[in-house]
């Protein structure tokens, strides 16, 4: 699992709500090891579309190895967040690390030609409690920083809070994992967790029947809350085609996995772009990131993975 942070709309403590859209929302993602900045109140689609550009090929013929490519440069960016000029305010999808964070400023000053460090920035960090599942998810360093935390929204019972820290506090802390006591060590030593996480880095690829942890990048298509609906539940594999004939739109034999998923909202079953009739939805085998017989199993490798084991 990963703390999915959504850097469109943010509240702020004092109640007010900012938006991508806004005057003074700048959108800005690293590709290549370049700095990409969008242009005021644009979003991170519009950066991919720009950098796209340099890759179009004028035959229509070609444009399977098009779509390649512009999926390609989605899987590769990273640092991706939006600053508001205005309202002095950087959030992340995924906050970096310090030293990265600090090397992200320094260009944002650079390329934006203002002051960031030491004017008053602040850094958006958050707190998920996922009722369904009665497990919390947070920054590794949110409750080392003494300021008040606001409930800023609650999707299907899931609550998010969140902090607003001075950047220069941020960049001074050890963003590590988060750690294990000793309680927790020793029952997933006694469970053998560490043992199974170790056997599946040289268990062959998923087959129908598997229980599967997927994986997808942020874009237009997927939308925030089907992010976070991926993020917190694990799926079945119901079928494979690897001639992609039910794939649709997407690139022949690449998206060829169909997974079954339980409990999905409403609003996010009812979206066909999202999942068909029958509660499926298809993958690429790079975006399985787990899987194994039974979904307690799949749960104990996502656990070994987040705490770095």
């Given amino acids: 699992m990963k703390l999915f942070e959504n850097t469109d709309v943010i509240k702020l403590p004092n109640g007010k709500e900012i938006r991508y859209d806004d005057h003074d ?3 800005f993602l690293y590709y290549e090891d370049s700095l990409y900045i969008g242009t005021y109140s644009s979003t991170h689609g519009d950066i991919i579309d720009e950098i796209f550009t340099n890759f179009q090929d004028t035959f229509f013929d070609r444009w399977c190895q098009m779509i390649e490519k512009y999926d390609e440069i989605w ?11 205005k309202n002095k305010i950087i959030s992340f999808w995924n906050n970096p690390d310090k030293n990265k964070f600090i090397d992200v400023v320094c260009d944002l000053e650079k ?3 203002i002051k960031i460090w030491n004017n008053d920035y602040k850094i958006e960090i958050e707190k998920v409690h996922y ?8 920054h590794p360093d949110y409750e080392k920083f003494e300021v008040p935390e606001k409930e800023v929204k609650e999707i299907n019972g899931d609550v998010t809070f969140s902090k607003f820290i001075p950047i220069e506090w941020y960049k001074k802390k050890n963003n590590s994992k988060p750690k294990l006591t000793l309680q927790q060590r020793q029952l997933m030593y006694s469970e053998h967790i560490i043992t199974k996480f170790k056997m599946f880095e040289n268990k062959n690829e998923p087959t129908i029947g598997d229980y599967v942890y997927c994986v997808e990048k942020p874009s237009i298509m997927n939308t925030p809350e089907l992010l ?6 694990i799926g079945q594999i119901v079928d ?19 997974i079954y998923f339980d409990n999905i909202p409403n609003d996010l079953a009812e979206n066909r772009a999202n999942f068909d009739k029958d509660n499926c939805r298809w993958f690429s085998k790079d975006e399985i990131k787990f899987w194994a017989n039974s979904p307690e199993e799949v749960q104990q490798l996502i656990d070994a993975n987040k705490f770095g084991l």
């Fill in 228 to 233: 976070v609906f991926l993020s917190l539940n």
């Fill in 75 to 85: 899987d590769h960016i990273y640092n991706n967040g939006r600053i508001w000029t």
């Fill in 111 to 113: 390329e934006l030609k």
């Fill in 25 to 27: 929302a700048v959108p």
């Fill in 240 to 258: 494979y085609d690897d001639n992609n004939v039910n794939g649709g739109w997407y690139i022949k034999g690449d998206y060829n996995q169909k």
């Fill in 131 to 138: 009722h369904s599942k009665d497990i919390e998810m947070n």
